[in-house]
């Protein structure tokens, strides 16, 4: 992102960073809070505003951000509304019955039958679930059900930190 703005004059838009060069909003703005660029955004008075990302020019000691194959990807939206209708009820029918409360364009039962038997499969899923079912234990301690994580990673930390059991069901 430094060496396209470096290109640019110091300054481009976060909309032709995102479309030109595939670098997402949140990227820039994590770069902004470590202190590598600048936001501004400018009101014209006939038209949107366009938010600008300015490159600082001095030097700073900020640490650089993280790559993004090291920033876990979150749980899927989808994939909690899956886990929360799936818990209702265990039985394989319930199973296709979640799939289509969550995805309910779905072409047959046969074929949301086998998506949702492979979807309880992905690690997301089996995150989530693990997550959901430990909430519900009385062993598990009442501040850390007050956190919600985000992302598979997030969870096997929280259970290895507090040496749940569920550790090992993911």
Known sequence: MLDLLDRTGGRNTVRNLYRSHTIFPWEVEQAAE????????????????????????KTSTAKH???????????????????????????ACNARRAYLATYPNARSKAG??????????HRDVKAAMAWVR?????????????????????????????????????
Do not use: M
């Open 112 to 121: 949301a039958s086998a998506s949702a038997h492979r979807l309880l499969k």
């Open 134 to 170: 430990a909430c519900s234990d009385s062993d598990f301690p009442a501040d850390e059900k007050l956190h919600h994580p985000a992302s598979a990673a997030e969870v096997r930390k929280i259970f290895c930190r507090v040496h749940h059991w569920r550790f090992w069901q993911l």
């Open 34 to 57: 470590l202190g590598w660029v600048e936001i501004e955004t400018r009101n014209p008075k006939i038209g949107r505003p366009s938010v600008i990302v300015l490159k600082l020019s």
């Open 65 to 91: 951000p993280p790559w993004r194959f090291q920033i876990p990807p979150e749980i899927s939206i989808r994939h909690w509304k899956f886990v929360f209708a799936y818990l209702i009820d265990y039985s």
